[in-house]
């Protein structure tokens, strides 16, 4: 594609990131795009989760009661805006990204000025946290409304909303730099997104695994998200709440890191 910004023969795409100001003018040329959609956006970030937490929550809830001391509607909520948050900022950093660099060419008109291709990944795992922020808020206000969130410690949730969005863009941008087609994109949604949602703790504890599974599911990052938020909406302070964070940010900081190399290969190398 676009060729320059060249430190040396091989050397730009092994370098690590260092992304400036021009991340905040890609962050906020994807609002303004998502402004004139915003309707459509948050329905589909907005409609799954919501229909879990009424069919399951409503339905399944009155059936199982209570799960670690609360209600299962509770805990159930707590897993939904964990798993929304991941699977907005995952969306966007696999879709939104390909087709911005693929079919649109967006990036190569990004690339003519002075923005780099370390401010576009940067713009847009940024963008990538705010679409999971925004997700998540509005699946907090439902489940609010309907009586799931015990505490307004829920309240504490909104930076990790934004926190877990950034440690599923590096990912989802990493998947995007190495895809040849959309069609690509269903191995990383089959063999780890599903994996993953199911069971990382959404809808059952993760103390009820075989202890081997239990053992790989804590170092997936969304049993930490979920280890943090699911506290916080049924009032009870969240247990290695710094351990917790140090993955999520490890996540968010390799991912940065990763995607960077190799979209920088992609599109300049």
Not at 39 to 60: D, I, K, Q
Not at 236 to 245: F, I, N
Request: proline share 6%; glycine share 10%.
């Amino acid at each position: 594609m676009v060729r320059g910004r060249i430190d040396g023969a091989g050397l730009t795409s092994r370098r690590l990131p260092r992304p400036g100001r021009g991340a905040f003018a890609v962050w906020r040329r994807n609002f303004l795009v998502w402004r004139k959609l915003w309707g459509t956006s948050l329905l589909f970030n907005f409609g799954e989760p919501f229909l879990y937490l009424l069919g399951l929550g409503f339905g399944l809830g009155r059936f199982i009661g209570e799960i670690d001391g609360m209600r299962y509607f509770t805990f159930l909520a707590s897993g939904l805006l964990a798993s929304s948050a991941m699977l907005a900022a995952t969306y966007e950093g696999m879709y939104s990204v390909f087709t911005r660099m693929v079919p649109q060419q967006t990036y190569e008109g990004m690339l003519a000025t002075p923005l780099d291709v370390d401010d576009i990944v940067a713009g847009e795992m940024l963008w990538c946290a705010t679409k999971s922020f925004m997700g998540s808020v509005a699946i907090l206000v439902v489940a609010s409304a309907l009586g799931a969130v015990q505490s307004p410690a829920a309240l504490l949730c909104l930076p990790i909303f934004v926190l877990v969005g950034l440690a599923f863009a590096g990912p989802a941008i990493v998947v995007s730099a190495v895809s040849p087609s959309y069609d690509f994109f269903s191995y990383y949604q089959t063999l780890v997104l599903t994996p993953m949602f199911i069971f990382s703790g959404v809808f059952y504890p993760v103390s009820t695994l075989p202890q081997w599974l239990r053992a790989l599911v804590q170092a997936l990052p969304l049993s930490h998200a979920i280890a943090m938020v699911r506290p916080l909406v049924s009032g009870a302070p969240p247990s290695g709440a710094a351990v917790h964070l140090t993955v999520l940010v490890l996540y968010a900081g390799f991912g940065l890191a990763l995607a960077t190399m190799l979209l920088r290969r992609r599109l300049i190398d």
